[in-house]
């Protein structure tokens, strides 16, 4: 299986669980590889049946500034869940960090594997 990968795609909004959380827009960090086949895109030299990895990283920076989740679990999961809409992506590892969370840290985060098809 081939990979597209995204790395490091900064995305501003919502997402805690304390009360200042949820009052303004923090910065999370997203790191995205998604799996599928991207053997017709590269002998044809078009995207038609292939996943596009500007289409993805625009779905996922407008679900980041609309969702306001309370945990970055969720939003992972949310994001994963884009990925694997996307035409011809089978399985995705997602990384979701939000910056300065934690005292003397630069991040803290998660990162979840997801399968297309698999029931969660």
């Given amino acids: 299986?081939?990979?597209?990968?995204?790395?490091?795609?900064?995305?501003?909004?919502?997402?805690?669980?304390?009360?200042?959380?949820?009052?303004?827009?923090?910065?999370?960090?997203?790191?995205?590889?998604?799996?599928?086949?991207?053997?017709?895109?590269?002998?044809?030299?078009?995207?038609?049946g292939s996943p596009n990895y500007r289409t993805i990283a625009k779905a996922l920076l407008a679900h980041v500034a609309e969702s306001k989740r309370f945990t970055v679990e969720a939003l992972a999961e949310d994001l994963a869940a884009i990925c694997l809409s996307e035409v011809g992506v089978e399985e995705v590892i997602v990384s979701v960090e939000k910056l300065a969370a934690v005292r003397f840290s630069t991040s803290v985060g998660v990162e979840i594997r997801r399968r297309r098809g698999e029931g969660r």
Wanted: no cysteine.
């Fill in 1 to 48: 299986m081939d990979t597209i990968f995204i790395k490091d795609l900064r995305g501003r909004g919502i997402i805690g669980l304390n009360e200042w959380e949820r009052e303004k827009e923090q910065e999370v960090v997203m790191n995205i590889t998604v799996f599928a086949d991207l053997s017709r895109a590269a002998k044809t030299d078009s995207l038609d």
